[in-house]
């Protein structure tokens, strides 16, 4: 294990790490490597990793490494991902530093992140986002970010190197996960009614493109509808941006927000189906998460 001391920051300046280079987990890494901080990044698998470094990054031998940066950031898949990552011997090194939580994972295990962190002597706060991969690579994210106030204040720079807007929400971090799964039904319940309409104009011979650019242009602006409308025109699912399966993940989180605060919602029933159907199909399963809207329009 490299020591801590041995590779630290030149005195004055803040070591970074960057956990998870996924699609997203790159373009946000690259942001910072461009903006000339000093950054060691760490994946599971290398090719990413060596990517970065000739970007100027560093290479972490391990999690519990990148954590010992001053500020560390990550962005993995899911929870199961995050627990795997992220255990007690990894946190541990993460005493008198501070960890930026930017994936979409459930609110229950932002709550134990946050215990943990605090156990070590570290801080944690989350800062899940809004985008797709070209959108991180452009340092053109929204941030949702919620945790000790002070902690956001110091790591501010970092996120708008990422991001273009950065929502603060409350001071327990857990309520950052919990908006972004609010959002992400709502992009559900749009990427279905787009489906269900292109559908139904679409057999009465309405071309799809000409459908959703109408849909945008007048009175459904915004680029959910713009650039998903798009995709489910073109039937243009691959290579996903994010995969139909992560989708499923983060309907599954709104279902667990939606319980946990006594809401329930008309609709989910309805669209954990159509989930579920888009993922039993050989072809769909491998698609971007609009490929749902294929559900509506193949009667599947």
């Known amino acids: 294990m490299t020591d801590a001391v041995t ?108 215990d943990a962190f605090a156990a070590a002597g570290g801080r944690y706060i989350a800062t899940p986002v809004l985008g797709r ?38 001071d327990k971090p857990s309520v950052a996960n919990a908006v972004k799964a609010a959002v ?4 559900i319940h749009a990427l279905q009614a787009i489906g ?10 309405v071309d799809p493109a000409l459908f959703t650019e109408l849909l945008s242009s007048t009175l459904f602006g915004g680029v959910v509808y713009t650039g998903y409308g798009g995709i489910i025109a073109r039937q243009d699912y691959s290579p996903p941006g994010f995969h139909i399966a992560l989708g499923r993940k983060d309907l599954a989180l709104a279902q667990q927000v939606a319980e946990a605060t006594g809401v329930w919602p008309a609709t989910m029933p309805a669209l954990i189906e159509v989930f579920e159907k888009a993922l039993a199909d050989s072809e769909l399963k491998d698609y971007d998460w609009s490929a749902i809207a294929e559900v509506s329009r193949r009667d599947l």
Not at 32 to 45: I, P, Q, T
Not at 184 to 187: E, L, S
């Open 7 to 114: 590779d630290a920051a030149p005195e004055g300046r803040t070591a970074l790490a960057f956990l998870g280079l996924g699609t997203m987990g790159s373009g946000m890494a690259g942001r910072l490597a461009a903006a000339g901080h000093d950054l060691r990044v760490w994946n599971r698998s290398p090719a990413a990793v060596q990517r970065l470094v000739e970007s100027g990054a560093t290479s972490a031998e391990s999690p519990a490494h990148a954590l010992e940066a001053d500020v560390s950031f990550s962005m993995l898949a899911n929870d199961e991902a995050v627990e795997a990552v992220f255990t007690p011997e990894a946190i541990a090194r993460a005493k008198g530093r501070t960890h930026v939580m930017m994936a979409s994972i459930s609110p229950a295990m932002s709550d134990r992140l946050t």
């Open 196 to 205: 269900e309409s292109v559908a139904m104009t679409e057999r009465l011979g």
């Open 184 to 187: 992400n039904y709502d992009i």
């Open 133 to 170: 991969p070209e959108i991180a690579a452009a340092g053109q994210l929204n941030i949702l970010a919620a945790g000790d106030p002070r902690a956001i204040d110091d790591v501010m720079p970092y996120l708008e190197a990422m991001g273009k807007r950065v929502w603060r929400l409350a």
